[in-house]
């Protein structure tokens, strides 16, 4: 699936898939987040903004990305999740260790998201 | 259900996948504005997940398709997938959400989390998934929709594999046979009552197997309280049927006032009918009197466990039988075998030899399911030794291998066996004991060709020898069973008899049809005919 990157000022690198990520497009987002943690980026935010629609797949590309960043020191987070999106995090409970947060730009600013007043 | 949209796809993933559901559920929400965006997604993420689950796991990883259909009425959103995977084992026991940092395993749960219902089953192997979703605008508060059944959806598929079962019995509308009357006049001696009956729910009508009592062997669905009985496991038992809460037209004052009936399932445990007593007037029906009322059920169950049997050996005997036509350019080629019961003793064969085929057609003693175990066998043993030298070659080595065979079993099998040569249409054949086989020339002249030497499984050193006859253009060769000449009063008249059906027929598979039109519910035997037509010049 198309994933558009790129680099913030503070070193963050942004991942932003477009599209379903489901069974279909999810392995290309674990190869790239695998990819980013090897060449040493772990702080990295993954865009949702453009996911239309994510499923159990796509969860476990987001975990598996999760986990190799916190591996290497570092953390995943994500951003921008639309809707269904959240539905999908929600069910799941894994807005708990994947908080969605408003814009890239504020996942790594954002020391405490819960206070934005959302869960 | 005032409104409702169904839209139905089929997919095969490869080279489909998930995006190609993705694309037909967007055609379904298009025509459904008012599809609360919750339902929606939450629908369409369940099906996901069912189909990215079928995808991967429901034929091992290789390509499996589907039907996925998806049905929008006023008050829920049904989704059947129906898909053709071998595994069966689905793990749909609920199990909750996974440790968060796992990387798999919550399909399952999302979807159970995201419909009201989800049900499972395998019929005929297939998979058959339903979700259902209640629609946010119709849930109420006061009790909440999980685990509503689904009504529709998974009803049909009950009925369509209740029907399909009960077919596969091929019981419906068959003669009464004594081993279920016997059953039904018992009962009613038993019970004291007016009438018992076997009766089977065959799409919108009951069909009595067996009936003792003045009522015709076939009712409306509507009219019947068997059919009702089917609804669940239990006897149903109606002490008085003017009483019957919402069945009140069920009842016949005076003739039909009191019913009891258990179940009768097919093997697959599908409800097919129901062993019913009645009477005139109303009744009370003791604990002692359902228990014997079971007890004759499951003994009617067990005749229908063995007509199953039957009917599957039925099946697979006529599966032995050539499947395929012989390719053979100028030469038309036809055979049909009717058994007298379920299997038979008869069986026809051919199959390609070098510039040619051979033919046969074999008629073991007796009938029924030992004759067609020796049959079998003979068809088995004939096919191999074919592969080796000529005709009398193939009769002498099949004969040296069934003869302990037919020995311990004191059973002969007569038997013709012919090759026949394409381009010269030179037939050589022996005929062990058969002597039911017969030219017709185009002339209209018609001989039978004698046989030769004694059955297969007569006790003495036989020395087979082969004959030759010539199929000219228009010539025809028919080698029947002596169940044929029970169609006729005698030999001769089974002579003229075919030779006018051959005359007149224009095809190989005229001739055998014009055959079993004649024998067809009539015929005391089994009934074989084998046909070798030369192409008119």
């Known amino acids: 699936m198309e994933l558009r990157e790129r680099t913030l000022p503070d070193g963050v690198a942004v991942v932003a898939p477009v599209g379903r990520l489901t069974m279909v497009g999810a392995p290309d987002l674990r190869g790239k987040l695998a990819e980013l943690v090897a060449d040493g980026h772990t702080r990295i935010v993954v865009d949702l903004s453009e996911v239309v629609f994510l499923d159990s797949s796509g969860l476990g590309a987001l975990v598996a990305g999760l986990k190799s960043a916190r591996q290497a020191g570092g953390d995943l987070r994500i951003a921008s999740a639309t809707e269904q999106v959240l539905l999908v995090l929600k069910l799941t409970s894994l807005d708990r260790v994947l908080e969605p947060h408003a814009t890239a730009e504020s996942a790594f600013a954002e020391l405490r998201p819960r206070d934005r007043g959302g869960r | ?537």
């Open chain 2, 1 to 537: 259900m005032a409104d409702m949209v169904a839209r139905t796809l089929r997919i095969t993933a490869p080279p489909d996948d998930v995006d190609s559901v993705h694309q037909a559920l967007e055609s379904v929400w298009a025509v459904v504005p008012d599809l609360e965006p919750r339902d929606r997604m939450s629908i369409e993420t369940a099906v996901i997940e069912l189909t990215a689950n079928v995808i991967q796991y429901a034929n091992r990883g290789r390509a499996v398709s589907f039907a996925l259909t998806i049905v929008v009425y006023d008050d829920r959103v049904e989704a059947t997938l129906s898909d053709s995977g071998e595994v069966d084992d689905v793990g749909l026991h609920s199990r909750g959400m996974p440790d968060a940092m796992a990387e798999s395993g919550r399909g399952i749960p999302m979807i159970q989390a995201l419909v009201d219902s989800v049900e499972h089953r395998r019929v005929e192997g297939f998979n058959h998934w339903t979700l259902v979703r209640a629609r946010e605008a119709a849930r109420d508060s006061v009790t909440p929709a999980r685990g509503m059944p689904s009504v529709s959806i998974s009803g049909v598929i009950d009925e369509m594999s209740r029907q399909r079962a009960l077919e596969e019995l091929g019981i419906l509308d068959t003669p009464p046979e004594e081993r279920f009357d016997r059953v039904t006049r018992l009962a009613t001696q038993l019970f004291g009552v007016s009438g018992s009956a076997i009766n089977l729910i065959d799409r919108d009508r009951q069909w009595s197997k067996s009936m003792v009592g003045s009522f015709p062997s076939e009712v409306p669905r509507s009219q019947s309280a068997c059919a009702i009985t089917i609804e669940t496991d239990q006897t149903l038992i109606v002490p008085d049927l003017s009483q019957w809460e919402g069945h009140e037209h069920i009842g016949i004052p005076g003739e039909f006032e009191f019913y009891a009936g258990h179940p009768l399932y097919a093997p697959g445990g599908e409800r097919i009918g129901s062993f019913c007593v009645f009477d005139a007037s109303p009744r009370h029906f003791s604990e002692r009197e359902v228990a014997m009322l079971r007890d004759l059920a499951s003994w009617v169950q067990q005749e229908l466990s063995v007509s199953q049997e039957l009917s599957r050996a039925a099946e697979v005997q006529q599966g032995l039988l050539p499947q395929q036509l012989l390719s053979m350019p100028g030469w038309d080629i036809a055979g049909m075998c009717l058994p007298a019961r379920a299997v038979g003793g008869d069986f026809y064969d051919w199959y390609p030899v070098g510039e040619g085929a051979a033919f046969t057609l074999a008629d073991t003693m007796g009938k029924g399911i030992g004759s067609a175990i020796i049959a079998a066998t003979v068809r088995a043993v004939l096919r191999s030794a074919a592969r080796f030298g000529d005709v009398t070659g193939a009769v002498d080595a099949a004969a040296a291998a069934l003869t302990g065979d037919l020995d311990s079993t004191g059973v002969f099998v007569t038997l013709f066996h012919a090759r026949l040569d394409m381009d010269t249409g030179e037939v050589t054949y022996v005929d062990a004991g058969h002597g039911l086989t017969f030219i017709a020339k185009q002339s209209g002249e018609v001989r039978r060709l004698r046989s030769t030497a004694p059955p297969l499984g007569i006790d003495i050193e036989t020395e087979w020898v082969a004959q030759t006859e010539s199929l000219e253009a228009g010539d025809a060769l028919v080698s029947v069973s002596d169940g044929v000449l029970d169609l006729y009063a005698g030999v001769e008249e089974a002579l003229e008899s075919v030779t006018s059906i051959v005359m007149l027929a224009e095809s190989a598979e005229e001739i055998v049809d014009a055959m079993r039109a004649r024998a067809r519910g009539v015929a005391p035997d089994d009934v074989t005919v084998l046909v070798v037509r030369r192409d008119a010049a």
